[in-house]
């Protein structure tokens, strides 16, 4: 059994989405694309996954407004609205005759002869492919630790893990949550906790939390900020095993340390690792991902990678990189389209690399980070920090960038809230001069990340 389709993409993500949206924006005509996903749901904005989804207002996950169960409707975070576009359900894919192949893996690809395999046996043949894998979460037991199965440990990738957690983190209320790794991953989910009523322990072995992007002074202030919401940070220091009772639930973390934490429920964010492994031996790899050129093309002319799957140059840097954040996603996507759909049109992609998060509540700007600028861009945000706006629009912030602090500093200071006293600049010189390059980080209410990476990136 076999179908074939002029483009297909493997993966069905934010950047499978956005694909989708850029192909049909281009005009592709019915039956032209497919989408194959393991996931049983259309494309959605996986970081809504550790944000609003683990919400108690949210999380009833039985039904949604539609009456349909919200596993398969997603109601609010399909893509494309994370870029404030039209939401593209399943009903949208269908209406522009978009194949969407789903709860589907494909197990094995073939680029000689252009064709896919998919677990339920079936052969899909294509012109152009895009890959867009993304990436999966890694499990302790890449790191030697058993409690895979274990009912009440949570991991964060997809919808079923974030379901699985609302309803471990349900089934424990008023319990002690132990949440591994202090990377966004572990940050995010630790705010939802403590919102959730869960007395959250963090442990990570650096010396303070996001410690690949976060200044120690940055990282202090948004550590003092958990504190006061009552988490608890447990530095310098690993898991080493779990405790289980008889029905295989964890009750204690061991750390390496020697201590021991209660645990009603874990939490473990320690990383991904790039969807690869259908492409390996057939496409050359960098970083970790599939080496690509500006157009996201890859080693083989027909196949064009994208998302976190994608090792792509990134201009400002003069090197390749891959990156692991919506905004790469989303803009790589409709590059690798634009490519296709009109290679002689389409230059290079110049990616600036944008991250942003959002944790508690916090709704102004309340800290910066500049790292390698003038000294003109160092009094604005200085200025803009002491300022302490309010974020009406995240959109408009993550367009303007550094211009944001710039403008705002700018203003005549009657037209300027007074600050009084307490505002925390977090500024640091360059402290990687080999990679110092301008950049921002607003850590803010909703608090809006701005950068220019500055420095090799490791694992999260
Ligand atoms: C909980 C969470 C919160 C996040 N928050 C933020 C944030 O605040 N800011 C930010 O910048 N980034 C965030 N990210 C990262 C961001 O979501 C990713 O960078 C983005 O999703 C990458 O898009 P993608 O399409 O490349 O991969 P994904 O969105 O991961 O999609 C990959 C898809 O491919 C499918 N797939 C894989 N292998 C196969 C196969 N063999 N056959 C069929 N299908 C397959 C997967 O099931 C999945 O549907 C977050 C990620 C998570 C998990």
């Known amino acids: 059994m076999g179908r074939a389709f002029v483009y297909v993409i493997v993966g069905g993500g934010v950047a499978a989405g956005y694909a989708a949206h850029e192909f049909v924006k281009r005009g592709v005509s019915h039956g032209e694309l497919c989408i194959v996903s393991e996931e049983p749901v259309a494309p959605y904005e996986r970081p809504a996954l550790s944000k609003g989804y ?86 302790l037991e890449e790191f030697g630790v058993n409690g895979l199965d274990a009912d009440n440990v949570c991991y964060l990738r997809d919808l079923a893990d974030a379901n699985k957690l609302v309803d471990v983190m349900k089934s424990c209320g008023g319990g002690n949550a ?35 992007l976060f200044t120690p ?11 006061s919401k009552g988490v608890k940070f447990i530095k310098g220091t690993m898991l080493s095993s779990f405790d289980f009772n008889s029905d295989g639930k964890v009750t204690a973390v061991n750390l390496k340390d020697g201590n021991k934490l209660p645990a009603d429920m874990v939490v473990v ?3 991904i690792r790039p969807n690869t492994s259908l492409f390996e031996g057939q496409l050359t790899m960098d970083k970790g991902g599939i080496k690509v050129n500006g157009q996201m093309q890859s080693s083989n002319s027909s196949v064009y990678a994208v998302g976190d799957v994608a090792a792509f140059p990134v201009k400002i840097f003069g090197e390749t990189r891959r990156l692991e954040h919506v905004d790469s996603a989303r803009k790589s996507a409709r590059h690798a389209v634009a490519a ?9 992609f110049n990616y600036l690399p944008f991250f942003y998060s959002r944790v508690f509540t916090l709704v102004t700007l309340s800290g ?17 920090t002491r300022l ?11 367009k303007q960038g550094l211009g944001f602090a710039l403008t705002l500093s700018q203003k005549p200071p009657s037209s300027q809230p007074l600050d009084s006293g307490g505002s925390r600049l977090l500024m640091e010189k360059p402290i990687y001069p080999l990679h110092a390059t ?23």
């Open 217 to 227: 002074k940055i990282a202090s202030y948004y550590e003092e900020f958990y504190e």
């Open 178 to 212: 132990v949440v591994i790794g202090g990377g966004y991953i572990g940050m995010e989910c630790a705010a939802s906790l403590v919102i959730n009523k869960l007395n959250v322990a963090m442990v990570f072995p650096e010396a303070h939390c996001m410690a690949r």
């Open 340 to 348: 296709i759909v009109e290679p002689d049109k389409t230059g290079e």
């Open 438 to 460: 301008a950049g921002v980080i607003m850590a803010a209410s909703i608090a809006v990340f701005a950068y220019w990476y500055g420095r090799k990136r490791k694992r999260w």
């Open 269 to 271: 964010g320690i990383g």
């Open 54 to 139: 683990l919400l108690p207002e949210v999380c009833d996950l039985t039904s949604c407004s539609c009456g349909v169960q919200l596993l398969h409707c997603l109601p609010s975070f399909h893509c494309c609205v994370g870029a404030n576009e039209e939401k593209l359900t399943p009903k949208w894919y269908k209406e522009h005759g978009i194949e969407l192949i789903l709860g589907t893996q494909v197990k094995s690809a073939d680029l000689k002869r252009k064709t896919l395999l998919t677990a339920t046996g079936e052969t899909i043949s294509y012109k152009f492919l895009i890959v867009a894998t993304g990436a999966r979460a890694l499990k």
């Open 388 to 398: 302490k706006p309010a974020i009406q629009d995240s959109a408009e912030l993550e």
């Open 368 to 384: 910066s980070f500049l790292e390698g600028g003038t000294k003109e861009q160092y009094e604005a945000i200085a200025q803009a």
